[in-house]
Structures are given as structure tokens and as C-alpha cells.
């Protein structure tokens, strides 16, 4: 039972993840940049949704939406799973490159990036036509959000992209 669980913790590590989410502050911060409507019944998607506290708030504050959340460890995928009450939000567990047709579906994509290869940028931005909030520095853009997470006490940057142009 012990080697089994050590085996775990390890795969883990070796996936090169972190953890770090936006408080609920940060997305009525991420909601007030993008001056998101209440009917607001478009695609939300999180890339890295982790435990999906984010994409439960968005379904939350706008019930017309549809939100998914895409992440790479299984357990939290199983958490999200158990946490939402909601059919209009999925979480799936799987790479994003799996995923290719939510990716071109969502016309807002928000990702805690900072660990995305140049490829995984460039994968997103290439199969979307939306709006992508992210915070990788390789992809840096004019418009920048601040917004609250949970691994500072100050407000950390982010980077609005338009995919439609990707500018």
C-alpha cells in the first residue's frame, strides 16, 4: 500500500504541475476586465481547471453559460466531478491537445499558464477564435489584467489575447 502511494506522489511531481488558483475575487476581477454581461450565455473554459473552483463560480454568477474545465491530474478532475451541480459544466481529464474541439468552441478560455510549453501556447491560440486570458511571459501582450490568486497577496498579471487576430 505505501509503495503504491509513493509511486503516485511521484508520477505527480514528474508531470511538472503546480497548484495556484484565482480567489473568487480574482474572478469577479477577471468578470469586471472582460465586462462580462449577465446574459452572458457563451463558451467559459479553464485550462488547468484543477479542483474547478473557477469555472463553478462562472457557471455560478452566469447560468446561460456552458464551462468546461480541461486538467491533467485525475484526482482533481474527481473532486471537480463531486463539487459541481451543474449538467451545463464538465470537467475532463486529459491533455489539452486532447481536447481540440472545446478549445476551438470557447469564445473565453482562461489559464493559469506560467508552466505551458511554447508549444501549448501556440496550440491554444491557434485553435481559438475567442478571448484567451493567460499568464505565461513568452506570450506577453499590450493588455494586461490584474487579478487576485492564491499563491500572493499581490495581485498578479495577466495577459489578454483576442485569438481572432492574436494580438
Known amino acids: 500500500m505505501k509503495d503504491k502511494l509513493i509511486k503516485k506522489i511521484?508520477?505527480?511531481?514528474?508531470?511538472?504541475?503546480t497548484y495556484g488558483e484565482l480567489t473568487f475575487k480574482g474572478v469577479n476581477e477577471l468578470i469586471q476586465a472582460l465586462d462580462i454581461k449577465d446574459d452572458y450565455n457563451?463558451?467559459?473554459?479553464?485550462?488547468g481547471s484543477g479542483y474547478g473552483k473557477t469555472v463553478i463560480a462562472i457557471k455560478e454568477m452566469f447560468a446561460k453559460s456552458k464551462c468546461y474545465g480541461i486538467e491533467i491530474i485525475?484526482?482533481?478532475?474527481?473532486i471537480a466531478n463531486k463539487l459541481k451541480?451543474?449538467?451545463k459544466v464538465d470537467f475532463i481529464e486529459g491533455d489539452l491537445r486532447d481536447n481540440k474541439k472545446i478549445i476551438q468552441k470557447?469564445?473565453?478560455?482562461y489559464t493559469n499558464s506560467l508552466m505551458f510549453s511554447k508549444e501549448d501556447m501556440e496550440f491554444i491560440i491557434n485553435n481559438n477564435k475567442g478571448i484567451l486570458i493567460h499568464n505565461n511571459h513568452n506570450f506577453k501582450s499590450n493588455e494586461k489584467i490584474r487579478l487576485t490568486c492564491s499563491w500572493s497577496s499581490r495581485k498578479q498579471n495577466f495577459y489578454k489575447i483576442n485569438t481572432n487576430t492574436n494580438r
Open 10 to 17: 511521484i508520477n505527480v511531481f514528474k508531470r511538472k504541475t
Open 42 to 47: 457563451g463558451v467559459f473554459l479553464d485550462i
Open 74 to 78: 485525475k484526482e482533481r478532475v474527481e
Open 85 to 87: 451541480w451543474s449538467t
Open 106 to 109: 470557447a469564445n473565453i478560455i
